[in-house]
């Protein structure tokens, strides 16, 4: 068993170190190829070698003296034999001791290598833990969803302002600061390693003890650069109490953390999604990104150690599935947690798809709006798979992850099941009075129409913005008609901006009739709803915040969704503690804008709670009863919310416009939303075993659509805003523009020869190679044979009646000269 200064978990052991004294069985010296040195090392410390060379020079002064001696009898004529045997067997025994040392030094070069290769690996539990909590240290909150904007895009990465915006705030908080707090050991040398790599500090390691951990500048000795952290057994937390950063020495391009476990670490991510990216490619990225120097073989040693840990990490991962659903259900009661397998040849249980929805968010998802955005986004990791989602809407208008699934590829049949497991934990029965908005993706379509007949399903209008651009491209108002058509609140509404747009080109009124308007504009929603979307932005805002847990492995990329919900439930629910109105933080910036318009209105009292309002050269008729809360524009009844004529009347008889939001938008749903939260999950060496073993997919699975290789000569299909293929250099012509064509047959302008209806042209018919001989008519051709002599001799033959005779003389004549020529040079 290996001592623990032996272990090779993340920073081996440095034995150049003076400071690092191990016990008596210590194991030999590295030989420097994991710190990029060339494996010769200072050896003042143990002086062997010195020892060595010693012994030998002392050997040497003697073998001198005893020749001098020698020299001296054989000049007086005495000859001793037994003192040349003496120095021969000298000679010899010091030989053998050269070659024993050989040897040895060979075996303990060989037990070095079988070391490095049977090195205790690095602990994946750690890891996967210390990369979850990152990933979950830098979520952001998702931003309220506002009326009336256009997505600029439906992409799923994160926003490049809103990443800018986090690195500068994260870049800000000082990771070394006195009293600074870690988890672990391992985030507290993580902190020091990006410190000393991005300052380009050759730092190295000199205590590792268990419950201390130090880190001192590597090139001098006289540079007071140092790092000390230890472990508060009264907090239970790392705590770093000694820091002095102020270096001295010039920095060289190397540093001794930098080691090959720490580059396979690295480089992790970037191998998952390029397997081919090669060691040439690892050194130059650190050279360009931290302007460090790494050999070739740290790189290749780094390399194959990543790879492996990613084969490791692949088959684990399904191998912890049944514990982890188990410990799921253990710890969050009213939870569902479903690992769905197959059976393979071998009767083995293979991963299919495993869903999770946790109990505090099915009670949450009472108090939202029945409404739920569904959608699928593809994962980054070796694994390849799908993450479909389920997002409702809090009270705030904020998303609120309700249920989430990993299946092998989105289809059909894999969203039926994520909606008839779905619909059980929900109780929507047959979907009436929910509404779900989604893209309009087949299988979706199919799976809502069978799983929930009876809901409302809306699609993306931005989707179906990017399908109209194929054909209406270029058109500048495209995106006005269609998003103004889909705002609109009521029949007559929809009606002028339908006429509009049938004014504006008949093609585009034709192509947007076709993609069916009632199901994605406002005028012909369902009243009861409250919810006034009509894109699935929500749910790709969702996406965004989870692209880093999306590369990572299954099982880690789950609990990185998991802890992100209940840091956005626990920042959430801080800040509903501040909040002291009736109304949500969004619906009172709501009611501020339609306040702006709501002092512009003229109200006209009438009998029963009802009003007339003037606006903008219109009139509204609006009607305050409890019951029957109703404006003509339908804007109060789509949204839920007041709008600027029924804030008008609501004001001219001196109520609290508050009073006639919905509930579902009072400060009291927002807080039961966010009471309570998943509760934790214990780590892995918690979960229960011996639930069965899972094997992982033995070959990625085949998506729907076109296969590769069925159709070699057709280019891949370019997205609508993708940017077409670069021409090579033009040439530049004077354009024919306002230039009156003239026939030069007739003279006449307007039309050319070809079109020339005085003198049209003789339609000649394309000659056939094989023409069939008609029957009746032929004519005599020529046919050339040559006989040993060199005469010719003339055959006539029969060919089509297509010959004339006039091509028929001139080839006898041409035939008849080649004869000639022939004969005289003959």
Same mark, same amino acid.
Request: aromatic share 10%; net charge negative; proline share 3%.
């Given at each position: ?20 004294? &191990?016990?008596?069985?210590? +194991?030999? %010296? ?151 707090t870690f988890f672990t050991g391992f985030e507290f040398k993580e902190v020091v390693l990006h410190y000393a ?11 590792? *003890? ?114 982890? !659903? ?34 505090? #968010? ?7 709006? &029945? ?35 990993? !299946? ?92 509009? #747009? ?24 369902? +009243? ?109 009844? !789509? ?9 008008? %009347? ?35 060496m918690y979960w229960p075993t011996g639930l069965g073993l899972i094997t992982a997919p033995l070959q990625d699975?085949? &998506? ?12 891949? +299909?370019?997205?609508?805003? *993708? ?16 230039? !009156? #064509? ?39 051709? #020529? ?44």
């Amino acid at each position: 068993m290996k001592n623990w200064w032996e272990e090779g978990l993340i920073y081996q052991i440095d034995p150049d170190d003076p400071d690092f004294e &191990p016990p008596e069985s210590d +194991i030999e %010296a590295d030989d420097g190829s994991d710190s990029g040195d060339s494996g010769v090392e200072e050896d003042e410390a143990t002086g062997v070698e010195g020892d060595d060379v010693g012994i030998d020079g002392d050997r040497e002064s003697d073998g001198e003296e005893n020749r001098e001696d020698d020299g001296d009898i054989a000049s007086d004529g005495d000859i001793n034999l037994e003192d040349d045997g003496d120095r021969d067997e000298s000679q010899k025994k010091r030989t053998r001791e050269e070659k024993r040392k050989e040897e040895e030094a060979e075996e303990g070069q060989k037990k070095r290598r079988k070391q490095k290769k049977d090195e205790p690996e690095e602990d994946l539990a750690e890891r996967f833990e210390f990369e979850i909590e990152e990933a979950v240290a830098m979520w952001y909150d998702e931003l309220k969803i506002r009326r009336n904007e256009i997505p600029e895009s439906d992409n799923e990465e994160e926003d490049h302002v809103i990443t800018r915006d986090r690195k500068i705030r994260l870049a800000s908080d000082d990771r070394l600061a006195i009293g600074r707090t870690f988890f672990t050991g391992f985030e507290f040398k993580e902190v020091v390693l990006h410190y000393a790599m991005k300052h380009r500090i050759n730092a190295k390691q000199n205590r590792w *003890e268990k419950d201390k951990i130090s880190f001192r500048c590597a090139q001098r000795k006289e540079c007071e650069w140092y790092v000390y952290a230890s472990y508060s057994h009264e907090r239970q937390l790392w705590v770093l109490k000694t820091k002095c950063l102020d270096h001295s020495c010039t920095s060289n391009g190397k540093c001794k953390l930098l080691k090959r476990r720490v580059i396979g670490r690295l480089f992790m991510d970037k191998l998952r999604l390029q397997p081919n990216f090669m060691p040439l490619d690892i050194q130059r990225h650190i050279k360009e990104q931290w302007k460090l120097v790494s050999t070739i073989g740290q790189v290749q040693d780094g390399r194959l150690l990543a790879l492996k840990w990613l084969k490791e990490e692949y088959a684990q991962q399904f191998a912890h599935l049944r514990g982890y !659903v188990a410990e799921i259900l253990s710890t969050n009661k009213g939870s569902t947690a479903i690992v769905d397998t197959i059976r393979d040849a071998n009767e083995n249980d293979v991963f299919n798809r495993i869903y999770v929805c946790f109990g505090a #968010m099915k009670n949450a998802f009472y108090f939202c709006r &029945p409404l739920i955005g569904i959608d699928g986004t593809f994962l980054k990791h070796a694994v390849k798979g799908c993450l479909l989602t389920a997002i409702a809407h809090d009270a705030n208008n904020q998303i609120y992850p309700v249920a989430w699934a990993t !299946v092998q590829f989105e289809n059909a049949e894999n969203w039926l099941w994520f909606l008839n497991q779905l619909k059980h934990d929900l109780e929507l029965k047959d979907g009436s009075g929910y509404v779900v908005i989604s893209d309009r993706c087949k299988g979706i379509i199919s799976a809502v129409k069978n799983a929930l007949p009876n809901a409302e399903h809306r699609p993306c209008v931005k989707h179906i913005v990017e399908n109209l651009k194929k054909r209406h491209g270029s058109l500048d108002l495209l995106k006005k008609f269609v998003w103004n058509l889909a705002w609109s609140y009521s029949d007559t509404q929809y009606k002028a901006n339908l006429n509009e #747009m049938r004014a504006y080109i008949m093609s585009l009124y034709e192509d947007v009739m076709k993609e069916e308007p009632n199901t994605w504009c406002r005028s012909w929603f369902r +009243i009861g709803s409250y919810c006034e979307d009509v894109d699935n932005n929500a749910t790709e805002s969702f996406n965004a915040t989870i692209v880093k847990a999306r590369a990572k492995a299954l099982v880690p990329m789950m609990e990185t969704i998991r802890r992100q919900a209940m840091a956005r439930i626990s920042k959430r629910k801080a800040k509903i503690g501040k909040w002291k109105k009736k109304i949500s933080e969004y619906v009172s910036e709501i009611l501020k804008e339609e306040w702006e318009l709501a002092v512009k209105c003229e109200v006209t009292k009438g009998t029963h709670e009802k009003f007339e309002v003037w606006f903008d050269g219109n009139s509204n008729a609006v009607s305050l009863k409890t019951e029957e809360w109703d404006c003509s524009c339908c804007k109060w009844q !789509v949204t839920g919310i007041p709008c600027e004529h029924a804030y008008a %009347a609501i004001n001219d008889v001196g109520k609290d416009v508050e009073d006639f939001v919905i509930p579902m938008f009072y400060t009291i749903a927002w807080r039961e939303q966010y009471d309570t939260g998943p509760d934790p999950v214990r780590g892995q060496m918690y979960w229960p075993t011996g639930l069965g073993l899972i094997t992982a997919p033995l070959q990625d699975p085949v &998506p729907p659509g076109r296969k590769k290789g069925e159709k070699k000569n057709y280019h891949r +299909i370019k997205g609508p805003n *993708e940017s077409p293929k670069k021409k090579g250099p033009q040439r530049l012509k004077v354009g024919k523009k306002g230039v !009156v #064509m003239h026939c030069k047959s007739c003279g006449e302008a307007g039309h050319n020869a070809a079109g020339c209806k005085k003198f049209p042209k003789e339609k000649k018919g394309r000659k056939k190679k094989n023409q069939e001989i008609k029957a009746g008519t032929s004519q005599p051709t #020529m046919e050339l044979q040559e006989t040993t002599h060199g005469a010719d001799t003339i055959t006539l033959t029969q060919r089509s009646s297509q010959w004339d005779q006039s091509d028929q003389m001139f080839f006898i004549l041409l035939r008849l000269c080649r004869m000639m020529y022939y004969s005289v040079n003959v």
